[in-house]
T-cell receptor, first 115, second 114 residues
Framework: AQTVTQSQPEMSVQEAETVTLSCTYD???????LFWYKQPPSRQMILVIR??????QNATENRFSVNFQKAAKSFSLKISDSQLGDTAMYFC????????????FGKGTMLLVSP | GAGVSQSPRYKVTKRGQDVALRCDPI?????LYWYRQALGQGPEFLTY????????KSGLPNDRFSAERPEGSISTLTIQRTEQRDSAMYRC????????????FGPGTRLTVL
């Protein structure tokens, strides 16, 4: 079974600054995907970024980037130039590379961006 | 529709009553997942459908929970004889089943059992 750990229940950052959210996971799989989802106050689940484990290059989506360390089983999310609209719960999630696979989520990190 | 829809968005029921939660996936998506999210937690897997076939129900907590997707599109999650511990957000997600494997989530149904 896979486990995902987010050790930071809450984080705060000021607008325009950079913040990094941590995520570690445990698996015996070699091929898998990792995701960061955002859940704003509206409680929608929005995909922020994804990483394929077989790719060494870290994924980037505009202001969002990841630091994927496969050997250390670490997958952190960096948000640059933080905006008020980034305030949300952020979930790290793991998915095996199979024909179908369920998502295993961490408990989340609440990020508050202040003016 | 453009996205995954769920109904009702909010459901308040009394302990012992049955509830049915509906999920309408993105048109053409063959894979459909149900998750449950307790307050302050991440979503947890309940069950998975590929077309109309329920291929994994390992996450259903007990036999009061059941799900169906009879025509391979709309799905219903039914909870019989609800208990207070069933109170949670119930989320549906769908996927095209292709190589991207991305799951698109619906807005969820907030279930409160009194």
């Amino acid at each position: 079974a896979q486990t995902v750990t987010q050790s930071q229940p809450e984080m705060s950052v000021q607008e325009a600054e950079t913040v990094t959210l941590s995520c570690t996971y445990d698996t015996s799989e070699n091929n898998y995907y990792l995701f960061w989802y955002k859940q704003p106050p509206s409680r929608q689940m929005i995909l922020v970024i994804r990483q394929e484990a077989y790719k060494q290059q870290n994924a980037t989506e505009n202001r969002f980037s990841v630091n994927f360390q496969k050997a250390a089983k670490s997958f952190s999310l960096k948000i640059s130039d933080s905006q008020l609209g980034d305030t949300a719960m952020y979930f790290c999630a793991f998915m095996k590379h199979e024909g179908y696979s369920t998502l295993t989520f961490g408990k989340g990190t609440m990020l508050l961006v202040s003016p | 529709g453009a996205g995954v829809s769920q109904s009702p968005r909010y459901k308040v029921t009394k302990r012992g009553q049955d509830v049915a939660l509906r999920c309408d996936p993105i048109s053409g998506h063959v894979s459909l997942y149900w998750y449950r999210q307790a307050l302050g937690q991440g979503p947890e897997f309940l069950t998975y459908f590929n077309y109309e076939a329920q291929q994994d129900k390992s996450g259903l907590p007990n036999d009061r929970f059941s799900a169906e997707r009879p025509e391979g599109s709309i799905s219903t999650l039914t909870i019989q004889r609800t208990e207070q511990r069933d109170s949670a957000m119930y989320r549906c997600a769908s996927s095209s089943g292709g190589v991207l494997l991305e799951q698109f989530f619906g807005p969820g149904t907030r279930l409160t059992v009194l």
